[in-house]
């Protein structure tokens, strides 16, 4: 878990020709490569699955003995359809982004840049969740419970928003934002508390609390605090006006002050881990515990501090999306992205840049999936499938290393057993 | 291995901290629940009213209801509590944590019970039932996790075994007409999801938890992925699975009561309490169980004296996948017949605290998962009631169990020593 850049020139044999140091670069199996390497692993395994899943494909290849080149189109018209869905609806038509600007139409404009909208939007949760879980693994813990922090700062995130109508905005949103991260720090502290008093193992508390947020909100959405008035859905209250992030590009576009917030947040956390004497403890946790006690470090305190933390964080990946998008919570809200934030965090390798860019992958993912499942009709949950198996490798790169023959450089991170 | 931790800080001040504070907590705990039970249930009750149970299950074995004087039962039970309560903080020796709060929890329910149900009929038998039918998958899911760790492998993978199982269960039972067909097949692929995290886990070293919770996520996507692209269009021949149906035992079943809920079961129950048995006795045993837990305290040792490792992990790895994976078939063909999205809701998750809440042994993995099971089932019992409970709070009873379990406060929770810890030969 390296935080440097990678540096091509860094393998001690270093220097040669420019040519022959890209290649060693390829060749050396360092993170970038094998998260390619994974990338590519991923779209395959899932062009099998697409493949699978089409009838035609799959019809053509039981008549392989008679037509095998049949067999071939319909697979690849399967998967090109497929990936090209997603392509288009993450990032858009690049030519159609040209022609929008060339025409000077501000409607074309907005409709072109609407796939790259919403894949920032799909990217904010996605970035603050993974975020405030890598920052938890660079202290050596695991927090799995994102999808209870991510709910715990959509609640105080909803109720700092239609508690105290009639604030100005420039008091309402911080208002809102902070009893959003207040929440979410709170149920980051109890499994942190917990492991600092008792030595509970926070995977097991942290992934116990989710399914507790997940009721707490279901009853909450039944009282008549949340509920929103005429009582008979479990929705929530919607947010005040002044409490909501404002969009960025237009009415027409949902991207919003959220997504600028989250890449502040990334910048934010780097600095906390790399500059500040709080992120030198954590890193000192994490990567020899014993090493910090005898150091000095208070331990338990540090549990802590990095628990609360990691909660607050998430918990505004749950007060972005209600304060910038939805505007009101209902039950079972933040489906999977508690979730997903630990595998954002674990692509990234616990690096705050990386998760960044995890995030904007998986967030394109999420963007180009609700396209492909309307355009191509190909379920949404091929994504997730990509994603997991892309984790997967990248968890483990001795697989990698095998598949593709290539010296990998190190080892997956490993936290150890229920005791640690 | 530098990576076996030294236990929690401070351990040996710690674990006599614990143990008062476990005694003080029990204490606290059962004292709790006779405030409870007089304060709020029995403050709330007027003198003359009664509540029905009904007992009656099978209408071959008619079992005349039970009556039950609500205000009587309530001071009844409350002062049991009281007394368990004093017992608990006044004696000094080991604490039979578990009984106690067992039988506290016990008395408790009941006391509910009668007091939710005043005027009404309760029908406890169902109750029961549906507990029971809970804890299958539950059980199963347990034992699992307890196949893997015993040997030192953490399998958080149990929901991803469970949903994909379930999904291939439903789809070979529907596509075959045979349902043992879809049994084995749910319980093999519960097995080939094993050996993929056997394989990343033990022989590529990966974290155990983070593979395991990507391979939920893998699991979620693929199963949802298929239902739509290729059950819903293809519901009749892919996604309509029969049955199990239940099995008398002959004899068994006529006893009144206890016949209908356990001797009156589908295979599912039956192959549970066998699995159940057979990993009792195998782990604590024989020479096999005791290789697996040596393999799970210490590594590096029975390496030392010839025992192989990997293989063991290997097989255990696998042999709770399929555990898992006939807990998953329960699902489908064992009760409700189609798969449908996420079905299994994160029950594998409540598995795998059963596991941890049994402290990591069948028999209290199965205590656990009926408790677990009951709370559930008592959802459903609340809401034929007209007693104005929020079943979401009965609903966040496992986890919040599971917490405090872990936390040390019902007794000292401890895995196996090298559980999560990947091995390399030296």
Redesign the interface.
Known sequence: MSDEPLRPGADPAGGGSAVARIGRFFLSGNVVVVTFLAFVSALFIGAI?II??SPAAVAAWGRFGHDPGAAFAQSWHAIATAYSALFIGSIGSPRGIVEAIASGDGHRISGAFYPLSETLVSTTPLMMAGLGIALAFRAGL?D?GGQGQLILGALGATLGGFLVPGLPIYLHLPLAIVLGALFGAAWGFIPGI?K??????E???S???N??AL??L??LL?TALFQAPPRYQPVSKAVADTARLPHLAGPSLRLNLGFILAAACVVGVAWLLQRSTLGFKFRMLGA???AA?VAGVN??LQYVLAMTLAGAIVGLAGTFMVLGVDYQVAAGYGG?IG??G??VA?LGQGNPYGVGLSALLFGAFAAGGRTMQLDAN??L?????L???L??FV??P??IRTIFRIRVRG?????????? | M??V?????G?RE?RKD?AAMRRRALAIALLALAAIDLLVFARTTSAGSKTIFELNAAPALPVPPIHIPVLATLVGLGIVCVLLGLAQYLWKGNPRTYLLLGIGLALTGIAFLAWAGQGETVDVEGLLMTSLIEAVPLTLGALSGLLCERS?V?N?AIEGQFLIAAFVGAVVGSATGNLWIGLLCGALSGGLVGLILA??TI?????Q???G??????A???T???L???LVPNQMTLNSPAVFGPIPIPLLDKIPIVGPLLFDQNIMVYLTIIILVIVQVALFQTRWGLRVRAVGEHPRAAETVGINVLRIRYRNVILGGIVAGIGGASFTIGSTGQFAHNMTA?LG??A??AM?FGRWRPLGALGAALLFGFFDALQFTLSALSAPI?S??L??F???A??LA????VGRV??P??????YARE
Request: glycine share 8%; aromatic share 10%; net charge negative.
């Open positions: 699955i699978l899943a695991f799995i917990l600092a008093r008792t030595g509970a193992h995977v097991i508390t992934m116990m609390l399914y507790v009721n707490l279901t009853f039944t020899n515990r014993e006690r331990i338990s999977t979730f997903d630990i595998t674990i190909i379920p949950q091929l994504v997730q499938v994603q997991a198996v984790v997967l968890a483990a001795g697989v080892a997956g991170r490993v936290f150890g057993g229920w005791s640690g | 530098s990576q931790e030294p236990a929690a800080p351990s710690l614990l030192g953490i958080i394989v990343f022989t590529y070293r990966a974290d938890i983070i593979v919770v990507v391979i939920d996520a893998f979620l996507g693929l949802t992925f298929f739509l692209s290729l994160g998750y409540i795998l605290a941890i929020p979401d709070f609903a966040m496992p986890y919040l599971t917490i872990v936390a040390g406060l401890v895995p020593a090298a559980d999560g810890q990947p």
